[in-house]
C-alpha cells in the first residue's frame, strides 16, 4: 500500500470515528460500504477497513447480510466506564497538582465560565476540552493517552443524555470544575482527585438515570 492510500485510509477511520463519537452519526444507524465509498470518493476496501476498526473499537456491529450498525449507547457500557474513568482521572488529578507548572495550572482558568463555547458546540464541547486540557498537563505519557481516549468515547453518553435531560443541569458540573481547578492551583493531589471522583459519581447517576429513558439505549 501506497503512503496516499495508507494516508487516505486513516482518515477515513478518523472522520467516521469522530462521527460516531459526536452523534453525527446517531447511535443505531445503519452503515453501508456503498453509500461510504461513494461519500468519500474510494473504493469499497478502505471503507471497510475502517469498519472493521470501528468494530474493534466498539462503535459498530455487523449486521448479517445488512452491513453495519452504530452500537447503541449501553447503560451497563456507561457504568463501567464512569467507574473506570472515575479512577483514571483521579490519578491524572493527582500529577497534575504535583507536575505542573504555575503557568500550565493557571492557563485552566478559562474553564472558570463556560461562555467561551456558547458558539462553539456549547456545554459539550466546554466539558470534553476542560477534561481533555487537564489531561493534557499530565506527566505521564501512557496515563495521559487513556484519559483522552476515554474523554472522546464519552461524547455519546453526553450528546445522548442531554437530549433527554435538556440544558437545565450544568450548574453543578460548573461549580465542580472551579473547586477542580482551585484544588489544582493551590496544589492539592488528594482533594483534587477527590472531587473530580464525586464530580465523575454524580455525572454517572446523571447520564445513566437519563440513558434509561433514552430510545437509542440497551
Sequence with gaps: MDKVAEIKREEIYRKLREEVLS?????????????????FGVSKSPIRDALIRLEADGLVTVQSRKGYRVSPVSVADADDMYELRAKIEAAVMGIVAETASDEELASLDRFRSPKAWDNNGGFIAYNREFHRSVANLCRNKRLKA??????EQFNRFT??????????????????????????QAREPRKAARLVEQHLERGRKRVVGALSRAAVVT
Excluded at 146 to 151: E, G, N, S, T, Y
Aim: hydrophobic fraction near 45%.
Design 159 to 184: 450528546f445522548v443524555s442531554l437530549a433527554v435531560i435538556g440544558p437545565g443541569h450544568y450548574d453543578r458540573p460548573l461549580s465542580d470544575h472551579v473547586a477542580i481547578i482551585d484544588q489544582l
Design 146 to 151: 487513556v484519559a483522552l481516549d476515554l474523554i
Design 23 to 39: 452523534c453525527a452519526i446517531m447511535p443505531g444507524q445503519s452503515l453501508h460500504e456503498n453509500d461510504l465509498a461513494e461519500r
